[in-house]
């Protein structure tokens, strides 16, 4: 997600120049959402991948 092309409602200048209060306060939440799905996605695809191959084996195990 990307926030370059946002325009701020309280200024109409571009969020990502952080010409007032509103534009920073958007930038800095879209920052920390954007590093928070960055940190966390990976990671948790790779949880759920590794609860799906254990749950698979378990299951071939039972009915093997
Ligand atoms: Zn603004």
């Known amino acids: 997600m990307t926030y370059d092309r946002?325009?701020?409602?309280?200024c109409a200048?571009?969020?990502s120049e952080g010409r007032?209060?509103?534009?920073?306060?958007n930038?800095?939440?879209l920052q920390q959402e954007n590093n928070f799905f960055a940190g966390l996605n990976p990671i948790t695809l790779i949880a759920l991948l590794a609860v799906?191959?254990?749950a698979v084996a378990l299951l071939a195990q039972q009915t093997a």
């Open 6 to 10: 946002l325009v701020c409602a309280n």
């Open 13 to 15: 200048a571009p969020v």
């Open 20 to 25: 007032c209060r509103v534009c920073r306060a």
């Open 27 to 29: 930038r800095e939440r």
């Open 52 to 54: 799906l191959i254990a």
